[in-house]
């Protein structure tokens, strides 16, 4: 059991690692409205307490998997400001050399594997993932994180099953927000959900409110200590709320304002800042704390405007041509 001394200094690097990914995502949005990042972009503005909660529970040699919206993912994990930011501007110093961009961010020295435009697309890579540790002995786990709109996809299904049969150390993180892209889940999706169709295939399971980012840390610490010991995958339900549109294009005018008004009171940044607060957290300490963030973000951007572009010949790289046929 923590002491009471420890918990807070934990509570209080959540919230910090939650204002670093709020400022990422906010300054990479004025950023794009300033017409300084080509294509749209997918935050995750609302969904801090996930990312953060999960990933404070990992090491190092853990891998993580994400989707289209996983700028909080990468961060949490460790990958590094500079990287992402150049990385959304397509400069040469991207940690993908400015090819992937905002949802093909990957960032391997820090087990980031790979955000993935494709719904679902990041579940069999992180079984894979899993398994290749399995038979390396080691014992690493995999966090896959995806949206409640992946759960109608066949990759749900096989990479669970894969991931049972194996007794893979895998945790699936459901972030569900409730939509997928401009679409209630709800309304497309039969039966009551996620945690039953994973308990169907026997996968454990918890639920947990993952706007409240110490709950979803308790929640993570157990599951993590039970895959990691070698009980197999686990599946943890998160339930959030994006409070912007699908991108950076969307204004959002379909979302019900009185829904995003109840949003806002509830998002995860504030919560945690109330309670450190009311525990006796100097606000001008968690004042420092985000304002260091958006200083951070500020310089990365003016970094990233000023960094230089890929060289052109690059693009021929870490092209696949396994197969092809040579021309004679």
Known sequence: MT???DNRARLIALYGTMCRIRAFEETALAAHKAGEIPGPLHVSIGQEGV????????????????????HGHALAKGAGVSGMMEELFGRAGGHCRGKGGSMHIADFSVGMLGANG????????AVGAAQGLKLLGQDSIV??????????RG???????????????????????GVAAFTATASVTAGPGVVARAEALGVPCLSVDGNDAAAVDEAAARLVA??????????????TYRITGHTSTDPAAWRDPAAVAAAKEAEPIGRLRARLLAEGVPAAMLDGIQGEARA???????????????????AWEDVQDSGAVEAH
Not at 51 to 67: E, H, W, Y
Not at 118 to 125: C, D, E, L, R, S
Not at 157 to 170: F, I, M, S, T
Not at 227 to 238: M, S, V
């Open 3 to 5: 002491s009471g001394g």
């Open 51 to 70: 990312a953060a909660g999960i990933c404070t529970n990992l090491r190092r040699d853990d891998r993580i998997t994400s989707n289209h919206r996983g």
């Open 118 to 125: 494709v719904v679902a697309g990041g579940i069999p890579i």
């Open 143 to 152: 966090a896959c994180f995806f949206g409640d709109g992946a759960i109608n």
């Open 155 to 177: 990759p749900f299904l096989e990479g669970l099953n894969w991931a049972v049969l194996y007794r893979l150390p895998v945790l699936f993180v459901c972030e569900d927000n």
């Open 226 to 239: 039970e895959i990691r010991a070698g009980a197999g995958p686990r599946l943890l339900h998160a339930t």
């Open 296 to 314: 951070e973000m500020t310089h990365a951007r003016e970094a990233a405007l000023s960094a230089p572009w890929p060289d052109p010949a690059i």
